[in-house]
């Protein structure tokens, strides 16, 4: 498991993306490690824009599954809104939804955890290295 603290600025979901990236590449298929890559840089987001708060960092990889988990200090938890279609935010739950293998959020004594889970098939491997991806 790798975490890191972010203060809530947007730079921070820059950062969320080039962790899960590093962390990830060389152990992870690739579109799992998009897949992850996008759901951190979504939930990092929503925390800074909702929660606006310090903001933690976890990722964990396990064998068929990579786990990314945000955590803040507000007790406010995320649901989904409905905005215009031309609006340029209120998507992120969505893209999270369709992301996930699984998602949920968590109450905490210091606020909540919002996570998401991609699963992948890590038995399934060709000779190239690739991984079957299951979302």
């Known amino acids: 498991m790798v975490t890191l603290d972010l203060p809530p ?3 921070s979901a820059t950062r969320a993306r080039e ?3 590093d962390r990830l590449a060389s152990v992870a298929p690739p579109e799992a490690v998009d897949a992850a890559a996008l759901l951190a840089t979504e939930l990092v987001t929503n925390a800074v824009l909702h929660a606006r708060t310090r903001i933690v960092l976890a990722v964990d990889l396990e064998p068929g599954r990579i786990l ?3 955590g803040d200090e507000s007790d406010a938890m995320p649901a989904r809104r409905n905005y215009a279609t031309e609006a340029a935010t209120g ?3 969505a893209l999270v939804d369709e992301l996930a293998t699984a998602w949920g959020v968590d109450p905490s004594p210091r606020g909540k955890e919002v996570w998401a889970e991609i699963s992948f098939n890590a038995a399934t491997t060709d ?6 991806v299951s979302t």
Request: glycine residues 12%; charged residues 40%.
């Open 9 to 11: 600025e947007p730079r």
């Open 19 to 21: 962790l899960v990236r």
């Open 68 to 70: 990314v988990r945000v």
């Open 91 to 93: 998507r992120g739950l």
């Open 127 to 132: 000779e190239s290295g690739a991984h079957e």
